[in-house]
């Protein structure tokens, strides 16, 4: 018995993180004589955490893997066909690697990785996809289509929440399972830096109201709306801690490369321009890239996910893991996981004013705060908790595994 993993990213972000719980959780299940093979783009982040954290046997794949990335934060339409083009030139590749292994199921982890699926109905090799992706734009346009017809080829299908699911609205003939993403409580609630230190390398203070916010400075997950709504409060204690990419790097982009990115430069400048105009440096802690990011969902008041397309957020159960609230912008697909009042406060989206009223509330209130923390703990452990969902994933595939 063969099962393989087919990762696209070589990044280390949520997905990879998620692609790893799953082959821990796979190689429990597989006896002494099974194999799990876990492919991963050659010499990538993603393939040396991987072997590091010994997820089976490691394959590289030398090209990359065929993708229609069309969802919520996803290139645009011309983008993704061009992409998808150029990656056909490929084709052989992948069939050749298939035959090569012989895996019995291939597990995508990914939807942008769904025209794969097509390639292994042909080889007679069974499917399963992860969708961790919301879905994007109208359900019935043409894209989302293309999409459905993939995933109703494969053979299990498992979604991160009810919601996604109802979306797709796929074939009763596929298995379709509900999966949230998750932490490992026990492990991500190990800090190895102290509140005191982080206060202290940053010209922090305990009296401060730390509002954590993670996606970098980054239109899609609403940069501006988190710093417009700390610019309008007029309590000098809220303090924003901007983790992620600080766009640095874009300074020194020229020629073709200047141009594709002119969009997200002027992003960039608006933000520090903002900054700048309205004296905020005392106010905006410019943090960057963060490997452990639970050293500051440790630290902070509250997280935002300020998001301005509906797409998934790890921060929404990472804040839970250390009894923090989340304020969100309010999208159905969230909604499963934070209820207003309950476990944080949602808001519309773009509304930086009304944001802020949230933030202000939280931070001349400690009971409520403590009150929606304390809840979205509960939520963190009754969703997102990777010991339930690694049963979950073992019981999907004992079957399978069990049959052949």
């Known amino acids: 018995m063969k099962l393989m993993i087919i990762h696209h990213s070589g990044l280390i972000g949520g997905g990879t993180l998620s692609c790893i719980d799953v082959a821990k959780a796979l190689k429990k299940i597989l006896k002494p004589e099974d194999k799990l093979l876990v492919s991963m783009p050659i010499g990538s982040k993603a393939e040396k955490l991987a072997i590091e954290l010994n997820c089976g046997q490691i394959l590289s794949h030398k090209y990359s893997a065929i993708t229609f990335g069309y969802y919520n934060g996803g290139a645009n339409t011309l983008r993704i066909i061009v992409k998808l083009f150029f990656q056909l030139l490929h084709l052989r590749y992948w069939k050749a690697f298939f035959q090569q292994h012989k895996p019995d199921m291939v597990i995508l982890n990914s939807i942008v990785l769904c025209p794969l699926i097509i390639l292994l109905n042909k080889l007679n090799i069974k499917s399963s996809i992860f969708v961790r992706e919301t879905m994007r734009g109208k359900k019935n346009s043409l894209q989302n289509n293309i999409i459905k017809y993939f995933l109703n080829k494969s053979d299990i299908v498992n979604f991160i929440s009810e919601y996604d699911m109802e979306q797709w609205n796929l ?24 509140k005191d230190k982080i206060l202290s390398k940053f010209n922090l203070k305990t009296t401060d109201f730390l509002v ?3 996606g970098g400075i980054n239109e899609l997950k609403g940069a501006q709306t988190a710093l417009e709504a700390i610019g309008k409060s007029s309590n000098l204690n809220i303090k924003l801690l901007v983790l992620g990419n600080l766009g640095k790097e874009f300074k020194n982009l020229v020629g073709i490369k200047r141009f594709i990115k002119n969009k997200s430069l002027k992003y960039i400048e608006e933000f520090y321009n903002y900054i700048e105009k309205n004296n905020l440096k005392d106010k905006v802690r410019l943090i960057g890239i963060q490997k452990e990011v639970n050293n500051w969902c440790n630290i902070c008041d509250v997280a935002i996910i300020p998001i301005s397309k509906a797409h998934q957020s790890r921060l929404i159960y990472e804040a839970g893991v250390f009894y923090k609230p989340v304020v969100a912008t309010d999208f159905p697909n969230y909604r499963e996981f934070i209820k207003n009042g309950v476990n944080g406060f949602v808001f519309p989206n773009h509304n930086s004013k009304l944001l802020k009223e ?46 052949n």
């Open 171 to 194: 074939s009763k003939a596929v298995q379709k399972n509900v999966l949230p993403d998750v932490v490992n409580i026990k492990e991500f609630s190990k800090t190895s830096v102290s």
């Open 212 to 214: 954590l916010y993670a």
């Open 358 to 403: 949230k933030l202000e509330k939280l931070a001349s209130d400690a009971l409520l705060k403590e009150k929606l923390g304390k809840e979205n703990h509960s939520f963190t452990c009754k969703f997102h908790n990777a010991q339930r969902n690694e049963q979950k994933i073992c019981d999907i595939y004992k079957e399978f595994v069990q049959k």
